[in-house]
Structures are given as structure tokens and as C-alpha cells.
């Protein structure tokens, strides 16, 4: 199994920025993807980022490309998503979840966090 905790989600103006983190336990081994994902209120969960476990390959949204950057510690076994020019339209849950899978629809992964707030205020 594998446990995912987010952390780093909070309010901040228009423009400003704020980095989440999320760290990962258990069975890492086994991990193929790590995504970031939100839900706003009356909104599907729709992906934002994601990045190979491994190493290498990273995938970004249309909506967040240039703005945000997602990243990998090896070390301490964390996924950091830094988000940079905040937009009102920004607002919402994010989640961070594992995959096993090649593609990254929220489908193809099986282990998710228990999400953090993230709220731009315009």
C-alpha cells in the first residue's frame, strides 16, 4: 500500500504564489506516476500535474503550463508543486495521488491523499 499526505495549501492574493507538498509512504516501489489534481465546488476532479516516479517525464495541464512546476525529492520521498501567478480560477482542492499506470487520468491512480485548500482571492 501507499499513503499520500498533502501540505502547503492556504489563502493568498491574485498573483501571489504558494507551494504544496506531498509526501509518500509505504510501498513506493510500486509507484509508477505521482499527480497533482483539484476539485472545485460543482467541478470533476480534473488533473494538474504530474511526474514519473522514477524520474524524467512531467505533465502539466493546459490551464497551469507556465505557471506551475511540478517536482521530485528523491530523498525525502515528496512531490512539490510550486505554483506561481495564483488566479482566482485556481481555487479548489488539490489532491496528490499514485499511479501504476503509463497515462495519467485520474483513473489510472489508485492511492490518494486526503487533499489541502488552496484559495486565491481576487
Known amino acids: 500500500q501507499v499513503q499520500l499526505v498533502e501540505s502547503g495549501g492556504g489563502l493568498v492574493q491574485a498573483g501571489g504564489s504558494l507551494r504544496l507538498s506531498c509526501a509518500v509512504f509505504g510501498r513506493t516501489f510500486t509507484i509508477y506516476n505521482v499527480g497533482w489534481f483539484r476539485q472545485a465546488p460543482g467541478k470533476e476532479r480534473e488533473f494538474v500535474a504530474g511526474?514519473?516516479?522514477?524520474?524524467?517525464?512531467?505533465s502539466y495541464a493546459d490551464s497551469v503550463k507556465g505557471r506551475f512546476t511540478i517536482s521530485r525529492d528523491n530523498a525525502k520521498n515528496t512531490v512539490d508543486l510550486q505554483m506561481n501567478t495564483l488566479k482566482p480560477e485556481d481555487t479548489a482542492v488539490y489532491y496528490c495521488a499514485a499511479g501504476w499506470r503509463e497515462t495519467m487520468a485520474p483513473s489510472d491512480f489508485g492511492s490518494w491523499g486526503q487533499g489541502t485548500q488552496v484559495t486565491v482571492s481576487s
Open positions: 511526474i514519473r516516479w522514477s524520474g524524467g517525464r512531467v
